[in-house]
């Protein structure tokens, strides 16, 4: 396919009509990936009566909720359900949202309102041994094309959203996965030694650098803004005349290679900055995809929380209110943030000797944005705790955690993690309460 070809297939899906509607991403204690129309409106409920579709949860009532959607708003609309009805973790009886809601959830499933369902149209699937939803997969597949016509790719996005593993994904279509890949994070290179590493240093022994070991495969460069001028001018050079010149050298040799470029920042900003040579971004900026961030592909959210838990452990499940937080948290660090937290949440159910995963076992400001749609907790952030405060809470409690937490106004389980971030044991404060009272 050529690039001409792949701006083509962009264009006609941009201008395709949108077709708005709910993904149902979760049911029966499981990842679900079901698109459900909105035609203008669409009715939920148990066992599709009276026209309504069909959630098959016991905990969702025959005909549970109407919803919406005017082009503009969504209406949501609870027909007098006996569990309720929540958005974004509100309960709600009936109600627009000028802007869309990120999650609703009925009895234990949980859907997720979508403006145009064509661009989530398609399985979250397992590549790579790694979970990849519709849009990544499509991504994936532009950067194959891309590799049949380009021997360079540039790929922009936060960190944690997958841009090494699309640069793979070219890699293994333009060189082949034989082939070396060798990856160079430009902003981390030790001060005075990017020519050496790059280019290779004749000086004290053989020629070596990364751009040779990269010769018959890819070089991926993270953040070459962060070069000095000189070095990326050196860069330009090898890229032009495909040879590199060793420091110290005194004849270029040869090099074949394919080069990914993958970039956090703007690269129009960095050239107003004067951080990125013009000519190296002629060089280098074309093709460029973009990888958009997980909080924009929540279909793969379930999925790489199911995968994470019972990779980390066989048999570990997750509530539906842990994957209700996941989905209207932030996540700035993306799927990296995520999968960290995950751990932590699973760590601390085993501690209270649970294998499923609860929602309150999700850290308060993990994956925190600015300005949270999730309802703020009534409870005070154990990161406003004093230890003077909780030493006093746990003698009064006699080291019994849930009413130490309850006079401290958090959450057991966060007063749990505090005390072993802070190395407390809570027993000794029973015995201190033992010594008072005797």
Same mark, same amino acid.
């Given at each position: 396919m050529s690039e001409s070809s792949v701006d083509d297939a962009d264009t006609q899906e941009r201008d395709a009509t949108p077709q708005p509607g709910l993904l149902q991403v979760w049911s029966k204690g499981g990842p679900a990936h079901r698109a459900l129309p909105c035609a203008p409106e669409l009715f939920l409920g148990r066992d599709?009566? %009276?026209? /309504? !579709?069909?959630?098959? *949860? %016991? +905990? !969702?009532?025959? =005909?549970?909720? =109407?919803?919406?959607? *005017?082009? /503009?708003?969504?209406? !949501? *609309?609870?027909l007098g359900s006996s569990n309720g009805t929540f958005v974004d973790g509100n309960r709600v009886s009936t109600k627009l949202f000028t802007r869309p809601p990120r999650v609703l959830r009925l009895g234990h499933c949980l859907l997720v309102p979508v403006a145009d369902l064509a661009k989530v149209a398609g399985r979250v699937e397992t590549q790579d041994d790694a979970v990849a939803g519709p849009r990544l997969r499509r991504l994936l597949a532009r950067a194959r094309d891309f590799a049949a016509v380009s021997d360079t790719?540039?790929?922009?996005?936060?960190a944690g959203v997958g841009k090494r593993r699309i640069a793979r994904a070219f890699h293994h279509r333009a060189a082949g996965p034989g082939r070396p890949f060798v990856e160079v994070d430009c902003a981390n290179l030790p001060e005075g030694t990017a020519e050496r590493l790059l280019f290779g240093a004749r000086v004290g022994g053989p020629e070596f650098g990364y751009m040779l070991a990269a010769d018959g495969g890819t070089l991926l460069l993270s953040e070459p803004g962060a070069l000095d001028d000189r070095v990326q001018r050196r860069l330009l050079r090898a890229l032009e005349t495909r040879a590199v010149l060793a420091v110290g050298g005194a004849r270029p040799r040869p090099v *074949?290679?394919?080069?990914?470029? @993958? @970039?956090r920042h703007d690269p129009r900003q960095q050239l107003r900055e004067r951080r990125l040579r013009q000519d190296l971004y002629v060089r280098v900026g074309r093709p460029e995809l973009e990888v958009p961030p997980l =909080?924009?592909?929540?279909?793969?959210?379930?999925?790489?929380?199911? +995968? /994470?838990l019972r990779l980390a452990r066989p048999g570990t499940g997750a509530h539906a209110s842990l994957v209700e937080r996941c989905l209207l948290r932030h996540w700035p660090g993306n799927t990296r943030e995520l999968l960290a937290e995950l751990e932590d949440a699973r760590r601390h159910a085993r501690r209270d000797g649970r294998d499923e995963v609860r929602g309150d076992d999700l850290d308060e400001l993990a994956g925190r944005r600015p300005e949270s749609r999730e309802p703020a907790s009534p409870r005070r952030r154990a990161s406003t705790l004093r230890r003077a405060a909780v030493e006093n809470a746990l003698v009064e409690a006699g080291g019994e955690l849930s009413r130490a937490a309850k006079l401290l106004g958090v959450h057991r389980s966060q007063l749990r993690r505090w005390l072993a971030r802070k190395g407390m044991d809570p027993v000794a404060y029973a015995r201190s309460n033992e010594r008072q009272t005797s």
């Open positions: 599709g009566e %009276r026209g /309504a !579709v069909a959630l098959g *949860d %016991r +905990r !969702v009532s025959r =005909r549970h909720c =109407r919803v919406k959607f *005017d082009g /503009a708003a969504w209406l !949501v *609309d609870d790719l540039l790929i922009r996005g936060e *074949d290679l394919r080069l990914c470029v @993958t @970039t =909080r924009e592909r929540v279909e793969e959210i379930p999925c790489l929380i199911q +995968r /994470a």
